[in-house]
């Protein structure tokens, strides 16, 4: 398939915190694309870059064959946007929200009703359209943003943490509309998120953490890198040195347990607990997730971070301005 996005070494730094360091990667046309890390990881800014909302410092990126620095308005009007931040006008009803839209996007008049009654059925708010957009549960509002992201035909759909907020039930029938759009209509998708069971949904993802691609692949190949079975054991201090030396393995730390992979975790199981009776008070065996995959590629499992992305890049900001 052609590549409908391509990064190349791209570099955005905000005085001396660099955001984004030096990543590449594509992104293929029909794609479910995600960048999974925590809050803070560069993923924002990335989006922001490729959607021509934030200049690179250095480094390429093409979007459907555009130059994101040089040619931003063939690039703006070759995407849709669905930010993490709400972003409707609620003293207006969902048809006017997207009329306004297609306005600013020069949809063709003679197409705009058409357009909307697709766009609407496909995310299941006919029947809600002349509604104001204050009286729609979080759900429908971001509903109503992903079908004003479709309305003028874009080739590449961003979601930026597109159900940040929402209740699990919520967030699966997003995700059945975001499939339903790639396989009805053959759009791209550009996800970020820090939810490791909706990074499922994509096709390949990208683990990023401190600006940096880690990881690469779709998500069963990045599962198994990791080789084996995951074993999860509670113990004595002692354990985490004395498993490592006993098994030459890697093993991590992650609240009171100790976490390393093997080969065929239930017959790895009575041999552990011969080797260090009495000293096991607790062990698990479990199947590879991407939790596991980023904890083996950043040593450290991904968790809501007390900072967001955006307060450092505010704060980053505000101290460059300081030293001019």
């Known amino acids: 398939m052609p590549h409908v996005i391509e990064v190349k070494d791209l ?30 990881a560069g993923k924002t800014t990335t989006i922001k870059i490729l959607s021509t909302l934030l200049k690179p410092t250095s480094g390429q990126a093409l979007l459907a064959g555009y130059n994101v620095a040089t040619q931003p308005d063939r690039v703006r009007h070759s995407i849709g946007m669905v930010f993490q931040d709400p972003s409707l006008d609620d003293r207006l009803t969902g048809e006017e929200n997207l009329r306004f839209h297609a306005m600013l996007y020069n949809v063709p008049g003679d197409k705009l009703e058409e357009r909307m009654d697709q766009v609407l059925e496909m995310v299941q708010l006919s029947d809600r359209r002349k509604s104001l957009v204050r009286t729609y549960s979080g759900g429908m509002k971001r509903r109503l943003e992903i079908a004003r992201g479709l309305l003028h035909y874009p080739k590449v759909l961003f979601l930026d943490e597109p159900t940040v907020g929402l209740d699990p039930q919520t967030r699966s029938a997003i995700w059945e509309h975001v499939r339903r759009l790639r396989n009805e209509v053959g759009i791209t998708v550009f996800m970020t998120t820090h939810y490791m069971d909706e990074a499922e949904n994509c096709d390949r993802i990208a683990i990023i953490d401190h600006g940096r691609i880690q990881g690469l692949d779709t998500p069963e190949g990045l599962k198994e890198q990791l080789g084996g079975d995951k074993i999860v054991v509670e113990g004595d201090p002692a354990l985490k040195r004395d498993l490592a030396d006993a098994y030459h393995v890697r093993v991590q730390e992650v609240g009171d347990a100790y976490h390393f992979q093997v080969a065929q975790g239930a017959h790895f199981v009575p041999r552990v607990m011969g080797d260090f009776d009495g000293r096991i008070t607790a062990i698990q065996v479990k199947q590879p997730s991407l939790d596991d995959v980023f904890l083996n590629l950043t040593g450290r499992a991904i968790r809501e971070e007390d900072v967001s992305e955006r307060d450092i890049m505010r704060q980053n900001m505000r101290m460059h301005r300081a030293r001019r």
């Open 11 to 40: 570099v955005r730094r905000f005085g001396d915190f660099t955001a984004v360091d030096r990543i590449n990667f594509t992104v293929e046309t029909g794609e479910i694309f995600g960048f999974l890390g925590p809050n803070g």
